[in-house]
């Protein structure tokens, strides 16, 4: 579905991505562990055409993406939900859910709002609160579910358990989960290796901009280097 070849990203001089090459198959959560600075963030905005990767080719769905606009990238059915949860603080859980929809007309939007209360009752619950008054977890519940607003085929998630409780960790893997379950495919960077792999079909490690492993999400999760560096072993 998605297939990265040879793909190198760069911030003015600094070089993120040396020659990256993942794929992401149809159905499939594909998870991304590596160091902090590893280039992980990098390479799923690079996926979104910003920044644009300066060599290689990225592919979704046979055809080649790497020259086409963020927007236009999204209409072909990807979305992210980035680091750091970034909802819309002043804005209620409602209206955060619209800007997600961004491009679809009101008849979509509607539906996408009926489908993400669906997945997150959570959220329903708080339709009307304003997102920055919510905990960490229902923003990041937010944050996904402003993602998939556009139903997308491809979803994908920038460390979405970043600071938040273990029960509430492991409520979004589940989410994850659930999500995958619906037919989205998703490609998941996570710091929370153990339990990411856990839930991964395949997975990839990313060591300064270049892969250092790919294999299946049980290999890597006992893999002696994977534990040592990642798991805390
Ligand atoms: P983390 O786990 O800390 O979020 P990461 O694996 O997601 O790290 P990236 O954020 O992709 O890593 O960063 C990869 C490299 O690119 C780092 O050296 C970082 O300093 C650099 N970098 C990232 N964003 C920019 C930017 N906007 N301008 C310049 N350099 C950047």
Do not use: W
Not at 179 to 187: E, W
Not at 190 to 201: C, G, M, S, T, V
């Amino acid at each position: 579905m998605l297939k990265l070849d040879n793909v190198h990203t760069y911030y003015g001089a600094i070089q993120a991505l040396d020659g990256v090459s993942v794929e992401v198959r149809q159905g499939e959560i594909v998870t991304l562990i590596g160091a902090n600075g590893a280039g992980k963030t990098t390479l799923l905005m690079t996926v979104c055409g910003s920044p644009r990767a300066r060599s290689g080719r990225i592919e979704f769905e046979g055809q080649d993406i790497s020259g086409e606009d963020t927007h236009a990238i999204m209409r072909r059915g990807i979305a992210i939900s980035p680091e750091g949860r970034r909802v819309f603080s002043d804005l209620t859980v409602t209206e955060n859910l619209q800007m997600g929809g961004f491009f679809l007309d009101k008849a979509g939007v509607a539906a996408g709002i009926d489908h993400v209360y669906t997945l997150f009752p959570r959220l329903k619950e708080r339709a009307r609160q304003r997102a920055g008054t919510m905990s960490g977890g229902e923003q990041q519940m937010l944050a996904i579910g402003r993602a998939l607003m556009t139903r997308p085929k491809l979803l994908l998630l920038d460390e979405p358990t970043l600071g938040l409780a273990p029960l509430i960790i492991a409520q979004i893997f589940e989410i994850i989960q659930a999500i995958r379950q619906q037919g989205v495919t998703v490609f998941l960077v996570e710091q929370n290796a153990h339990k990411a792999l856990q839930i991964a079909d395949r997975g990839y490690v990313l060591e300064t901009g270049r892969v250092m492993l790919a294999d299946s999400g049980a290999n890597l999760l006992s893999n002696d280097e994977v534990r040592r560096a990642y798991l805390g072993a």
